[in-house]
């Protein structure tokens, strides 16, 4: 075998930081959680009508801080308005800026009209804000036939986002972990399996339990899914079949931080399938890993996959430090999260036992 | 709506952190508001406002705030034509890039006739065309002008003050320098110094023992580096007119080895021809001990056309050396291969590869086989070779190991006429019958081994092939495999890729071949050409195009000889003369004890800088009494020198006096008494033509396309080495230089008192050769292109039809054959400017030659000797592997070069040159990557840093070169009363020549050089290393 050396070498700084990561992994995590409102809420399921409005809210808390991180990835956030001045029908990534507004639309008025009915209700209890409510509810009508055209617009728009985001990885050439169609898969899927962990979660702070065998029934799901196309991923590179995974694993062959990772993405799937086939009704632990696997994969894909050579021989390692555009960056993206979930519970209840929309009672 | 404590606090928590977390984003955006980050401009951004705009339909605005200039780089030694972009305002350089009407710099380039404008209009992305072979600098060419601005130039003439190399020194006038540098007196405070006047003496014999020595003027010897398009001003001054026989450039450390192979190869030891692969059309090269792309001149052209054929066209190339180049990479493919092969082992593989080509005839015998070149041209070879020229062999025979000649054979004539040019050789033709070369009527003999009756005498004959053959034959592949390191299967395999292409495949060195055998090692893989019969075609083996001579007896001016013209004479310093013919080997042969002589000499090498400061400072043949250093630097670039001679060159009573134009301080010049400023890279005039590897004529102009910021002199030009040597010939009132020293034809005399009275008209013959005199420059060019600002000097200097034409040259960077003119029109398969001289397979010149040490004779053709000392002994026997493990070697990056290391922007991306070692041998020897090592051999030793590289062979160590400075920067010199800056960055790395041999074999113990070319040995030195 020939061994590359790199004559002259660069080491070369991640131009996709981690919060390319948290846009990935928040982004993802809405459109899953926004699908697992949707039975609920559009469909008027009974079994998903609590866990569906707790979709709902993970949708909204991750759907209004995704873009907020992936301003801050443009390194100069103000360009994100040459997108609109300069359109390039071309591009992914630039098709993504009309797709994100498509589906943030689309949710946050598939959310209003789902929370009428709430909104209306707040107004008519005594409160300082209750003129607020009134304005809110506008008229607090239920209107399934207004929620379906407006949960049709953020299906659309969500399944957009999930194939942008996938696509205007898997086509980097240069980057050999990218440059493969399980890519956009794996995202999505991992996208639905974080979008139930939040789900899970947030039903977990609500303090029900009613809904956690369901929600660990879809999740065992989707990491069965995540394991058949990671095994399809790693078979098209042994294999050969794809020339770019298979030059990743010859470069990630022989470090031993890589196969670490391998055995901890593994690991932590294998562990998060045990927990959701055999302890149905736990919410909290099976929702921190399925969260712990959507971060892991974007984390791999984004950083690791920057840290294999692009056009000479040197990995580049990435260190997580104390700066803004990186850990800190995490922790204000984590504290944006909670301030906003608790705004959006502080001002509309999404406990069962406020009536959900639709409900007669 | 209530909200508890708890959540109100992590609520604000939350908030909290997302403040801190997007603190920089948010600083970002607010910045932008107030229009912190704004570039400086729309398009370019924080660059240099563009120097022109071309609009979609082509048409071009100027920003007047630029100058863009056409001229020629110096941050090597290739001389590619740039384009300098320049601030009119503060006269600053701004950027540099590729002139398209140079060949060096763009592919294809553009025609002479495409005006200023166009050119301008081509480097833009109008129709792509400023991308389709883009015109280009080099990273280096690029950073190296920032030199000129560099705090440590010397900008006024200096005289040390203290001992030699104590790095203090004192400003002078230019009137107290000319002063004492031509009277000479007390002047140090340390005894008389004779004058250049009173050295100026050019009757006195050296020693009237030994008159053969000449006169005393060649006691001043003139280091000089590189032609830059101004030696031939230096050398009509220091030579023709002052006299002295010793100007020598730097080729002995350079690539000395290499060219005297390819010297060898074509008969001419003293001018060394060469040539190169035509890599545009070839569909197989070997390089060896050369890295296309990265190092050997020149490497910016060859690296574009290398990658283009690789690419588009059938190239493919291995490149044979002990470490990866750039030339094997990822880009290449399967295009380009790298071959480890073991230090100065090269004569083995080529004598491998000469071996399979003789033993299964794969050697173009139809070419060989034509005795001149006329009968050669007939039957379809551009290109002849002595391939059937007889060679006596008949032991103790007077002219044993020469060729058999027509005077030979019975021919009468003069006796200053016997064995020169028109004495012709003698071959065999199909019926065996002897012939004279000239004369032959068709294909000669080949393979002749036989015994011809000659003046009654038996004698016994080679022809030249035999002579190569029966050499290559001496030993078989397994046993040069083991030589080499190369398996045998790989030799046979690259001698039948070799000789699978017709005409189109090559071998070409350069640099690589500087070990204790590279003499040899160039010439055996040089003569595989000749053997594949590739010289002159296209995808062969190509000469060179060659230049315009400025200098000449020219269409307009004489510029070559002038009234009192000297022409110098004696024994040159550097010994590169038959030893035989000294008075001290008639004196030890009288004794019957010719050999050893007291230091080796070197008839068939060039003029050698190595061994003239050694000899000279010893006194050996003939002591130095004053040395001119213009632009050299022999103690950092020759293995082992500094050693060898630091001691003495600092001792004025061994060399009394020491000048040096320079505009810089470096680790020679800082043993000078006096320094003078030189102008520096764009301050400059020149005429100067490619080194090689353009098939067509290319004439680089240099010219001042910016100030020159040295001081002035009394009459108010800058001073440099031009006006510094004509001060001095006016001062000693010596012939060529003042009023009346240039003629032209029509006998008319004109004053050469500025340096543009000599290259103005020298530009003027330039312009009127060749077929037909260049166009005139237009006004525009001349605006456009920045000669504006030295029309005033054009028109003062030259005739009035001059002036447009020589414009023309300067507004276009030099004079350049179109690119179509490459291929002989008659047959588009041959070259155009093709070489000229006959391949010997057999150098009678070498081959009579005798080793001055140990009486041996040297062997005429290419062979495969291992690297040995001067007297022959193999340096493996005098210091063995297993005390000397290793073997250290030297290599050149593509970013640094001996004197580019005060380019900060360099540095930036490379700064400094960790010693490369091999994984295994890592691991041997206990050390990391980043280890701290003393790397020792027996010339000393020196701590690196060690890379741990898989580009490089078991056993060897490799050091960049262009780092390990102690000048230029690395140490802040005092100035008068000023001290200059500290930079530690320009003292990083090392450099290998500090630790370089001297030959234990040599009486003198001087540094080591290969034993016929005289050059610096710095590849394959023996060494061991262990942590610091």
Not at chain 1, 130 to 149: K, Q, T, V, W
Not at chain 2, 59 to 76: D, F, P, R
Not at chain 2, 617 to 642: D, E, Q, V
Request: glycine share 10%; aromatic share 8%.
């Amino acid at each position: 075998m020939n061994t590359t050396v790199e004559v002259l070498g660069f080491a070369r700084e991640p131009a996709w930081l981690p919060w390319a990561v948290q846009y990935f992994f928040l982004i993802g995590i809405s459109t899953g959680a926004f699908f697992l409102s949707l039975p609920g809420l559009v469909w008027r399921h009974p079994d998903w009508r609590g866990v569906s409005r707790r979709a709902l809210l993970a949708a909204l808390v991750c759907g209004l801080t995704a873009p907020v991180a992936l301003l801050a990835d443009l390194h100069q956030p103000g360009r994100f308005l040459n997108f609109y001045l300069h359109p390039n029908l071309g591009s992914w990534m630039a098709l993504g800026s009309f797709f994100i507004p498509l589906y943030l639309f689309g949710l946050i008025g598939y959310a209003w009209l789902c929370l009428r009915p709430q909104l209306a209700d707040k107004a008519k209890q005594p409160s300082p804000i209750a003129g607020l409510y009134r304005r809110l509810a506008y008229g607090g009508h239920d209107n399934p036939s207004a929620i379906r055209a407006a949960a049709i617009a953020a299906t659309l728009g969500a399944v957009l986002v999930l194939l942008y985001s996938g696509m205007e990885m898997m086509v980097v050439q240069a980057r050999s972990l990218w440059n493969t169609a399980m890519l956009p898969l794996i995202f999505a899927i991992t996208a639905l399996t974080g979008g139930i962990g939040m789900t899970a979660l947030f039903e977990a702070l609500t303090g029900s339990r009613q809904s956690a065998a369901l929600l660990n029934q879809w999740l065992a799901r989707g990491v069965w899914a995540t394991l058949v196309l990671l095994a399809a991923w790693l078979v098209l590179g042994l294999s050969g079949m794809s020339p770019a995974t298979a030059e990743a694993l010859a470069a990630m062959g022989s470090s031993f931080g890589w196969l670490a990772t391998g055995v901890w993405l593994l690991g932590s799937t294998l562990f998060t399938l045990w927990m959701a086939v055999n302890y149905r009704n736990s919410l909290l632990m099976p929702a921190l890993l399925a969260l712990h696997g959507a971060w892991l994969i974007r984390w791999i894909v984004f950083i690791g996959g920057q840290s294999l050579p692009k056009m000479g021989s040197t990995s580049r390692s990435y260190y997580l430090i104390l700066t803004p555009d990186s850990l800190l960056g995490i922790v204000g993206m984590a504290g944006l999260c909670l301030t906003l979930y608790i705004i959006l519970t502080s001002l509309v209840p999404w406990d069962d036992k406020s009536s959900a929309c639709g409900d007669p009672t | 709506m209530k909200i508890s404590k708890r959540r109100q606090v992590l609520a604000l928590g939350g908030l909290a952190a997302f403040a801190a977390g997007y603190s920089a984003t948010a600083g970002r955006m607010v910045g932008k508001l107030l229009g912190h980050d704004a570039p400086k401009h729309n398009t370019a951004g924080d660059a240099p406002v563009p120097e022109f705009r071309v609009d979609r339909q082509g048409k071009l605005e100027i920003n007047t705030a630029q100058q863009v200039s056409y001229t020629t780089c110096l941050g090597c030694t290739t001389m590619c034509g740039v384009r300098v972009r320049i601030d009119r305002a503060s006269g600053k350089v701004l950027r540099v890039s590729g002139n398209p009407y140079s060949p060096l710099s763009t592919d294809p380039h553009l025609p002479m006739k495409a005006s200023v404008r166009e050119s301008f209009i081509a480097i833009s992305a109008l129709n792509g065309k400023g991308l389709d072979g883009r015109s280009t600098a080099c990273g280096r060419g690029n950073a190296v002008a920032q030199q000129i601005d560099s705090p440590f130039r010397v900008l006024t003439p200096l005289k040390r003050v203290g001992a030699r190399n104590s790095g203090r020194w004192e400003p002078i006038s230019f009137e107290q320098l000319l002063k004492e540098v031509v009277n000479g007196g007390n002047l140090f405070g340390e005894g008389d110094v004779e004058g250049l006047m009173a050295l100026r003496d050019l009757a006195t014999p050296i020693d009237s023992k030994q008159p053969a020595l000449g006169p005393r003027v060649n006691q001043v010897a003139v280091l000089s580096s590189v032609n830059d398009g101004r030696e031939n001003f230096a050398r009509r001054f220091f030579q023709q007119s002052y006299g002295t026989l010793n100007f020598i450039g730097h080729g002995s450390y350079c690539g000395g080895s290499y060219r005297s192979g390819s010297g060898a190869l074509f008969g001419d030891m003293k001018t060394m021809p060469h040539c190169k692969p035509d890599f545009a059309n070839a569909e197989f090269v070997l390089f060896v001990g050369t890295a296309p792309g990265q190092a050997g001149n020149p490497f910016k052209r060859q690296a574009t056309l290398v990658a283009k054929a690789r690419t588009d066209g059938k190239l493919s190339y291995v490149v044979v050396d002990p470490v990866l180049s750039h030339a094997d990479n990822r880009a290449s493919g399967d295009r380009g291969r790298w071959l480890p092969i073991k230090p100065g082992t090269d004569g083995a593989l080529a004598m491998a590869i000469i071996r399979w080509l003789f033993e299964n005839e794969r050697v173009d015998s139809n070419f060989l086989s034509f005795p001149n070149a006329a009968l050669a041209k007939q039957n379809g070879e551009p290109s002849f070779s002595n391939a059937s020229h007889l060679v006596v062999v008949e032991p103790k025979h007077p002219r044993e190991q020469r060729m058999l000649r027509a005077s030979d054979m019975g021919v009468e004539m003069p006796e200053e006429q016997r064995y020169k040019e028109t004495d012709a050789f003698v071959c065999l033709d199909q019926s065996g019958k002897p012939v004279f070369h000239d004369q032959a009527s068709g294909p000669a003999q080949l393979f002749v081994d036989t015994v011809l009756t000659i003046g009654g005498k038996e004698v016994r004959v080679k022809s030249s092939v035999q002579l190569l053959r029966d050499e290559a034959m001496r030993l078989d592949l397994p046993a040069y495999a083991e030589a080499c390191g190369i398996p045998a299967e790989t030799l046979a395999g690259l001698a039948k890729e070799l000789s699978s292409h017709g005409k189109k495949a090559s071998v070409i060195a350069h640099g690589g071949m500087m070990s204790g055998s590279g003499f040899y090692n160039a010439y055996a893989l040089l003569s595989i050409n000749a053997l594949l019969g590739n010289i002159n075609w296209q995808g062969g083996f190509v000469a060179n195009g060659g230049g315009f001579k400025d200098n000449g007896e020219g269409p307009r001016y004489n510029l070559e000889s002038f009234a009192g013209m000297v022409k110098p004479s004696g024994t040159p310093l550097g010994r590169n003369v038959p030893y035989e013919k000294t008075a001290e080997f008639a004196a030890r042969k009288a004794e019957n004890k010719p050999y050893p002589a007291a230091a080796p000499w070197f008839p068939n090498a060039p003029g050698l800088t190595t061994e003239l400061l050694p000899g000279g400072l010893t006194g050996y043949p003939y002591a130095l009494k004053a040395l001119i250093l213009w632009s050299s630097n022999p103690l950092y670039g020759i293995a082992g020198l500094r050693n060898k001679i630091a001691k003495d060159l600092a001792d004025p009573k061994k060399l009394p006096l020491i000048v040096s134009v320079d505009p810089f301080i470096n680790e020679s010049n800082a043993f000078a008494d006096y320094i003078v400023p030189d102008s520096l890279m764009y301050e400059s005039w020149g005429w100067v033509a490619a080194w090689n590897g353009v098939p067509t004529k290319a004439m680089s102009a240099r010219w001042p396309v910016i100030a020159p910021q040295a001081t002035k002199t009394p009459e108010g030009h800058a001073i440099g080495m031009e006006t510094f040597f004509i001060a001095l010939a006016k001062a000693m009132k010596l012939p060529g230089f003042g009023a009346d020293a240039i003629s032209d034809p029509e006998g008319t005399t004109y004053a050469l008192n500025t340096p543009e009275d000599w290259y103005l008209r020298g530009g003027a013959n330039i312009a009127w050769l060749g077929k037909e005199p260049v166009a005139d420059a237009t006004e525009e060019d001349i605006v456009l292109s920045g000669v504006e600002r030295l029309r005033p000097v054009l028109e003062k200097t030259l005739k009035p039809d001059e002036v447009a034409k020589v414009a023309f040259l300067l507004s276009r960077g030099g004079r350049y054959q179109p690119g179509k003119d490459a291929y002989d029109e008659d047959d588009p398969r041959w070259m155009r400017n093709p070489m000229k001289s006959m391949a010997h397979l057999w150098n009678e010149n070498v081959g009579a030659s005798k080793n001055s040490l140990s009486g041996k004779r040297n062997n005429g053709c290419g062979s495969w000797i291992e690297p040995a000392f001067a007297d022959g002994t193999p340096m493996r026997k005098i210091y063995p592997a297993d005390k000397w493990p290793l073997q250290l070697v030297s290599y050149k990056s593509a970013l640094q070069n001996p004197y580019s290391i005060g380019a900060t922007r360099l540095l930036g991306l490379h700064p400094e040159n960790p010693v490369l070692i091999h994984p295994d041998d890592a691991r041997r020897m206990d050390v990391k990557m980043g280890d701290l090592v003393e790397i020792a051999t027996p010339g000393g030793s020196l701590k690196a840093r060690i890379m741990v590289h898989a580009g490089i062979l078991q056993g060897v160590a490799a050091i960049e070169h262009g780092f390990g400075h102690r000048e230029l920067g690395a140490r802040a010199h005092r100035i008068g009363r000023t001290t200059q800056p500290k930079d530690k960055r320009l003292a990083a790395g090392v450099n290998l020549n500090d630790i370089g041999l001297l030959d234990p074999t040599r009486p003198d113990k001087s540094p080591w050089v290969d034993a016929i070319s005289g050059a610096s040995v710095r590849n394959g030195l023996p060494a061991r290393l262990h942590r610091a």
